[in-house]
């Protein structure tokens, strides 16, 4: 009969987790023209990059301002692209979808993707996809 003390020495050690991080967006604000076009102007919300490396995602929100627009170019991992407030139009090789707030459009990898603002107010989204490896 094993005892305690030896079961536990025979389980394998766990790797340790790095320590939370926890990030106030109004620390992580940049106004920039959006990304793939430059199409206006828009903020950028980057909540991941405050997280040190090593980090498998990224996170961010971005705000297009009216008439903005994150081009479109091609995406080497899944991504998702998560209305908060305002309105868009998504498009993934060629196929275009209305968003609004509390929809999503989940994008592919190798897809030709981007999206733009419509109405009056400004598109908040928030980006998710794996960090580049």
């Given amino acids: ?5 030896c079961a536990l020495a025979q389980e394998p050690k766990v790797a340790e987790a790095p320590p939370m991080v926890v ?11 959006p990304p793939h076009g430059a199409i206006g102007m828009s903020t ?7 997280a040190p490396q090593p980090r498998t995602m990224e996170f961010r929100r971005r705000v297009l301002d ?3 627009a994150i081009g479109e170019h091609v995406i080497a991992h899944d991504e ?10 998504v498009i993934s090789d ?3 979808a209305a968003l609004s707030p509390g929809k999503a459009a989940y994008l592919y990898d190798g897809a030709v993707v ?3 603002q419509t109405g ?6 928030i980006i998710a996809y794996p960090v580049a490896r």
């Fill in 66 to 68: 009216v008439g903005s």
């Fill in 114 to 116: 981007g999206i733009r």
């Fill in 1 to 5: 009969m094993a005892c305690a003390a």
């Fill in 80 to 89: 998702v692209y998560y209305v908060t407030a305002g309105t868009g139009i």
């Fill in 120 to 125: 009056s107010e400004p598109l908040s989204i």
């Fill in 44 to 50: 950028a919300y980057r909540i991941s990059d405050a």
């Fill in 23 to 33: 990030v106030d967006e109004a620390d992580v604000t940049v106004r920039e023209a």
């Fill in 94 to 96: 060629g196929v275009e």
